[in-house]
């Protein structure tokens, strides 16, 4: 779906992202007192008095020459942005006086003929409101509003002005998104590549310098008539490594992604050979929250016969999980494998979905359990029913004597008997008991088998 686009453009360190989490209602832009840490722009569609438009929160634009790579990246995806923009919301900083950058990114914005409007942020009070449109009239748009974004002062107007200016076409519903895809992994392992091949487009900044990727880039995309939000991370090293206040934002930022989302998509560095600790423990917190996984194993070329061995070495230590997932090697020079990543997604999605025969599940299990009864303190453990419950996930209600005597021992045992059944690979399956003998008046308290884990 299409809407009419809203980018908000400055120099650095203006409150741009604070004001884009204020007007999507969200924590997707990290803001930090440093300048530059927008570097991959942030967009949302926002709906005001049911209209809709994209509100696209750039990184602060560099300026001057010869910028490194990374601001030149940045740089010319503003520019991009500003040239295709229905509105501009031009951010400076009004607690500070107008500063010769303000002046050359308003020259810039008169060049391109856009339309535009200055946002005076910072001005917290009246006083400081007067101040910044006579200060900021020098820039020479008609239009300047005061704001605070911290505060929230005159966000409201701002809509209002917006749907004013843009298009009136933009009346078109937001289509959610069906399920969410997390990339995730450590620094440099090619997970900004390959979010950029999937979309078939540069939209993330790629470079060999880890640490690339700060925030958390969601973007929607259609994979067989579903919409998704498929969502590159910042990469996650070693909690010793990191000493920088900034990268523990990235690292939380990364990590409330792989919390939130459906299905993850763990990206490992296949040229450094075995897979380390913290891969390994990325994919066991993963696997622990319920998550469906697909394990990507890229720069397959630039693999070795030595560190493919290493690799299965690896995978055989950890068969537990390893067997349970699907796993894909990929290159994102050689292109090797990465439409077979999308149709992996799909399938997983459809497996995670399957629906469940009921009576087949119980007919089943009691076979099974018949032929290997479950035991904990010397009580036989007994499964009266089961009952399949519908959602993103593979997920079964079992009506049981003992529910506390139901353990992490007895779930994998149940786990593994479904998977022997259906085609549960990359699935996560979700088993909560309660007692058999709960009397149909009262109600029918469900305790989840991790929690009686815990």
């Known amino acids: 779906m299409s809407f009419p686009s809203v980018v908000l453009v400055g120099r650095t360190n203006v409150g741009k992202s604070t004001f884009f989490n204020r007007l999507t209602n969200s924590i997707r832009s990290i803001v930090f007192d440093r300048e530059g840490v927008t570097r991959d722009h942030q967009e949302e569609v926002i709906s005001w008095n049911n209209i809709s438009f994209k509100l696209t929160d750039c990184g602060g634009l560099p300026l001057g020459r010869n910028l490194n790579f990374i601001d030149q990246k940045v740089h010319d995806g503003v520019r991009k942005l500003i040239k295709t923009a229905d509105l501009v919301l031009f951010m400076v900083d009004a607690s500070i006086d107008l500063i010769g950058e303000d002046l050359e990114i308003a020259n810039i914005l008169r060049k391109e003929n856009r339309d535009c409007i200055v946002l005076a942020n910072k001005a ?15 820039l020479g748009f008609e239009h300047i509003v005061p704001v605070s974004a911290l505060h929230g002062r005159n966000v409201g107007d701002i809509l209002d002005i917006i749907i004013e200016r843009i298009p009136v076409s933009s009346s078109a519903p937001i289509e959610d998104a069906t399920y969410s895809v997390c990339i995730v992994g450590k620094p440099n392992v090619g997970k ?38 498929l969502i590159d991370t910042a990469g996650v090293r070693r909690k010793s490594s990191v000493d920088d206040d900034l990268e523990q934002l990235m690292v939380k930022d990364s990590m409330r992604a792989l919390k939130n989302c459906d299905i993850v998509l763990m990206v490992i560095d296949a040229s450094q050979g075995p897979i380390c ?11 622990e929250r319920k998550k ?7 720069k397959h070329d630039l693999v070795t016969e030595e560190h493919r061995e290493q690799i299965e070495n690896s995978r055989d230590l950890y068969k537990h999980i390893f067997t349970k997932v699907p796993v894909i090697w990929t290159s994102c020079i050689s292109l090797k494998n990465i439409g077979r990543i999308k149709e992996e997604i799909n399938d997983l999605f459809k497996r995670c979905t399957q629906p469940f025969n009921e009576a087949e599940v119980n007919q089943y299990l009691k076979d099974q359990f018949a032929k290997r009864p479950m035991f904990n303190q010397q009580k036989q453990l007994v499964v009266r029913w089961v009952q399949p419950l519908r959602g993103n996930m593979p997920a079964f209600a079992l009506c049981v004597n003992i529910p506390a005597l139901f353990d992490t021992t007895h779930s994998a045992f149940i786990d ?32 989840a088998s991790e929690e009686i884990a815990a």
Do not use: W
């Open 292 to 298: 469906a996984i697909i394990v990507i194993f890229n």
């Open 277 to 287: 600790d913290q891969e390994l423990k990325l994919l066991f917190y993963a696997y």
């Open 192 to 229: 900004s590549s390959l979010l950029n091949l999937l979309l078939q487009e540069e939209r993330t900044i790629v470079c060999d310098m880890p640490g690339t990727t700060r925030e958390s880039v969601t973007t929607k995309m259609k994979l067989h008539n579903q919409t998704l939000d």
């Open 416 to 447: 593994n008997l479904m998977r022997k059944k259906y085609n549960l690979l990359g699935c996560p399956v979700k088993l909560a008991y309660r007692h058999s003998k709960i009397r149909e008046s009262e109600p029918k308290k469900v305790v």
């Open 124 to 138: 917290d009070n009246d006083k400081m409101e007067q101040a910044a449109l006579y200060e900021f009239s020098q």
